[in-house]
């Protein structure tokens, strides 16, 4: 690549790809490598400085068509350009007026509040789906991971009851090294019987039926998975639902916010912040404490045992209505069982609905 005449834009895209990632100092996620692999075979052997304005808004118009959201068009564009100032900063094949601008598309319209599906819901749309993509909806509901690492779990990542994922596959760049659930070993176990009786044993744990996993290019919320959302009555639902559906549970069934970061691989508490609003239950049952005495002055009161008694009577009283009111918030608050039986199945499913 030494000579700039007659250098394409796949060589320079190739090397590119390879660089680690700039932010994160690690090797390129897989939605970077398959931004820039789409570029390449849009752009081919293209000279690389043949590019201007006018590439940039077809690019933009013939993705709008193929009904991209603005925000994966964004994300598109961004690693076109960056392919571009690769070639200009660290190759020197380009000047500056080869590498065109481009202003991110407005995604207010794609903004969308993650949805939690009520137990029904969820029940609807396991029972609907294609036996591979149901287990994997499961496995997200039991672990709270996101579809890439669902669709790209290998068996040597699910060992001795643990998921241990290391940082370069992470959002977030960390390793998640956290234990499974109980619902979660059980769907691993399943996935082997039927890997087994189908005389296979590949690297990963969700396969279809010539022992392949679904790729990288392979939407698992692809038009199969839209139509069974329409069977079972679901309305529209993604993948990350399902992640916000395990986090809320958790929330309400108690688990502790700086746990659950943990669990889910979040990289800061903030992005808990929308879970944080879930457990005000549990805050309105301690906020008066900093304002009243102690209430054990049983002792300096001397009081009889009857007065006692009577008290103690009350108090199991008031515990049970308080037990009563925060499960009627559960249900006010979308409905949703928790993942143990810590809380009471309360829920409907237009209250989860609305929730979401």
């Keep these: 690549m030494s000579n700039r005449d007659n250098v394409a834009f796949r060589e320079v895209a190739e090397r590119y790809i390879k660089q680690p990632?700039?932010?994160?100092?690690?090797?390129?996620?897989?939605?970077?490598?398959?931004?820039?692999?789409?570029?390449?075979?849009?752009?081919?052997?293209r000279p690389i400085d043949s590019f201007g304005v006018c590439d940039v808004t077809d690019y933009v118009e013939?993705?709008?068509?193929?009904?991209?959201?603005?925000?994966?068009?964004?994300?598109?564009?961004?690693?076109?350009?960056?392919v571009l100032n690769y070639a200009k900063n660290k190759r020197g094949l380009i000047e500056a007026q080869h590498v065109p601008a481009f202003e991110n598309r407005n995604t207010n319209e794609d903004a969308r509040e993650p949805r939690v599906l009520g137990e029904k819901?969820?029940?609807?749309?396991?029972?609907?789906?294609p036996k591979l993509q149901s287990s994997m909806a499961r496995f997200a509901l039991a672990t709270g991971l996101r579809v890439s690492n669902v669709r790209d779990l290998m068996w040597s990542e699910v060992q001795d009851g643990m998921i241990n994922i290391k940082a370069s596959k992470m959002k977030a760049g960390k390793q998640l090294f956290v234990p499974m659930?109980?619902?979660?070993?059980?769907?691993?176990?399943?996935?082997?019987?039927i890997q087994s009786k189908r005389g296979q044993a590949p690297e990963y744990v969700f396969t279809k039926r010539n022992g392949k996993p679904m790729g990288s290019r392979t939407s698992v919320t692809n038009g199969v998975w839209q139509r069974a959302c329409e069977r079972a009555e679901v309305g529209s639902v993604r993948f990350h639902d399902l992640r916000h559906t395990w986090a809320t549970r958790h929330v309400l069934s108690g688990t502790p916010l700086p746990l659950?970061?943990?669990?889910?691989?979040?990289?800061?508490?903030?992005m808990l912040e929308k879970y944080s609003h879930r457990s005000s239950m549990d805050m309105k049952n301690f906020v008066n404490n900093g304002m009243s005495a102690p209430r054990n002055t049983y002792i300096q009161n001397e009081r009889s045992d009857d007065g006692i008694e009577q008290d103690v009577l009350k108090e199991a009283q008031a515990t049970s209505v308080a037990q009563k009111r925060a499960s009627k918030m559960v249900v006010e608050l979308g409905g949703i069982e928790p993942p143990t039986s810590t809380l009471p199945v309360l829920g409907?499913?237009?209250?989860?609905?609305q929730a979401a």
């Design 62 to 82: 013939d993705l709008q068509e193929l009904g991209f959201k603005s925000a994966t068009i964004n994300s598109r564009l961004r690693y076109f350009i960056a």
């Design 21 to 45: 990632s700039k932010r994160l100092g690690r090797p390129k996620s897989p939605a970077a490598k398959k931004a820039i692999e789409d570029a390449i075979n849009r752009y081919g052997d």
């Design 181 to 193: 659930s109980e619902e979660a070993m059980k769907i691993l176990q399943e996935q082997r019987d």
């Design 260 to 270: 659950l970061q943990k669990l889910g691989g979040w990289n800061s508490m903030a």
């Design 121 to 129: 819901e969820v029940h609807r749309l396991l029972f609907t789906l």
């Design 348 to 353: 409907s499913e237009s209250s989860a609905t």
